[in-house]
């Protein structure tokens, strides 16, 4: 590929995976098409803007105006741009619905227009819904439970349907949770970890016994990529780290490693939906030589560190919107 449309780069994984993306294939221009809503950063390619193979247009996937212009030229794209936070979507599910199923259709059809050569559908293995002892397959049935959830299992399935009806060459990766550096500090780790450095709280759901399995963002990326380049029209990959782990344990890892006390944890009212546990059957993805890099401990002592040494970073993310919506949601502090 010479030419890719990222969306949503300038988020959490979208701005991990065009840095991977620059570095790997020199030849690559790569354009970002971004809203920057609140978890947008420019911020997360400080590194890269200079270099004259990426491109950053500001503007909503939803402007259908606006992908037709990008779109000549473009042989990919890969469709990161989500409203992406189950709590958000709980509380106020609207820009779920627009971004994740309308946005996704309107990038779709100019796709379709324009005769894009592949078109990577980001999913998640929140589609499946929530299992107590079996691992998700591909082609088991979709029973999201939130409505985030349901919104990705719409846009991964109208991806679907343009392989099927127009032939469209789309590929769908459902990976499992990320972590890694520039996440925006409202989901798990992020959150406990910048809570836990300054030794606030650590808001544990329940009784933190739900299980998710976490996949290092750097493994995720090169999921992406490896399917991008190798996968089959029409196909989803799952892509899961194979490290589960109940929310307690998470909590608990970053404590030890940061050296804080266990007297952090508090358990507060349960996420409403809560699904209980997510696991992946990665059989598929490892058939096209994929498989993480990182081991767990590793990665999440360099994510912590990461955290800990970019401050500066998250400082900032931690008040304004995100205060005003964690506390109308929770009704309590961070
Ligand atoms: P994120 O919330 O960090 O980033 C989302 C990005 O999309 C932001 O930069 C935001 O500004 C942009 N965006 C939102 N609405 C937009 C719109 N209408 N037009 C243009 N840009 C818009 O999300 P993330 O955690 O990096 O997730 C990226 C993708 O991966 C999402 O599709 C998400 O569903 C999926 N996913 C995430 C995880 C995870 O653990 N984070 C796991 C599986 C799948
Ligand atoms: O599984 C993939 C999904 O992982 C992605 O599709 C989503 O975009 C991503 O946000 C993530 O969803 P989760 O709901 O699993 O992630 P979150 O970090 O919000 O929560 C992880 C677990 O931790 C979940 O069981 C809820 C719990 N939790 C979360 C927060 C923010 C807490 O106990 N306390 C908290 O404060």
Redesign the pocket.
């Known amino acids: 590929m010479k030419k890719i449309l990222v969306?949503?780069g300038?988020?959490?994984?979208?701005s991990n995976y065009i840095r991977y993306a620059l570095n790997r294939y020199p030849a690559l221009k790569v354009v970002n098409?971004?809203?920057?809503?609140y978890?947008?950063n420019p911020e997360n390619l400080r590194d890269v803007e200079a270099d004259s193979r990426y491109r950053f247009v500001k503007g909503?996937?939803?402007d259908e105006a606006l992908v037709e212009s990008l779109m000549p030229g473009i042989e990919a794209v890969v469709h990161?741009?989500?409203?992406?936070h189950v709590d958000r979507s709980i509380g106020k599910p609207d820009d779920f619905i627009r971004?994740d199923v309308f946005?996704t259709f309107v990038l779709l059809e100019a796709s379709r227009r324009h005769g894009v050569q592949r078109f990577v559908q980001?999913s998640?293995d929140e589609v499946y819904g929530s299992t107590d002892d079996s691992k998700f397959r591909e082609t088991d049935p979709l029973m999201p439970s939130s409505p985030y959830s349901a919104s990705?299992a719409a846009a991964d399935r109208l991806a679907y349907s343009y392989w099927v009806t127009y032939k469209l060459p789309v590929v769908i990766p459902r990976?499992s949770?990320?972590y890694g550096p520039f996440q925006?500090p409202e989901k798990l780790i992020p959150l406990f970890v910048t809570n836990a450095i300054d030794d606030k709280p650590l808001p544990v759901y329940g009784d933190g016994l739900n299980v998710r399995d976490w996949i290092y963002v750097a493994d995720n990326c090169e999921a992406v990529d490896l399917v991008l380049q190798k996968g089959g029209d029409g196909e989803v990959y799952n892509v899961g780290g194979g490290n589960e782990r109940t929310n307690l344990e998470i909590t608990k890892t970053i404590l030890r490693e940061l050296g804080k006390p266990e007297s952090l944890i508090t358990h507060v009212k349960d996420r409403e939906g809560h699904d209980r546990r997510y696991a992946l059957d990665t059989a598929k993805i490892r058939g096209l030589g994929w498989q993480p890099r990182h081991s767990f401990e590793a990665a999440m002592r360099d994510t912590v560190s990461w955290y800990r040494d970019n401050r500066a970073w998250w400082d900032k993310l931690k008040s304004g919107e995100y205060l005003e919506f964690y506390k109308r949601h929770y009704q309590r502090e961070p």
Not at 33 to 37: A, C, E, I, N, S
């Open positions: 969306t949503g300038s988020g959490f994984i979208g098409l971004d809203k920057l809503t978890a947008g909503d996937i939803c990161f741009a989500a409203e992406s971004t946005g980001i998640t990705k990976s949770n990320n925006y």
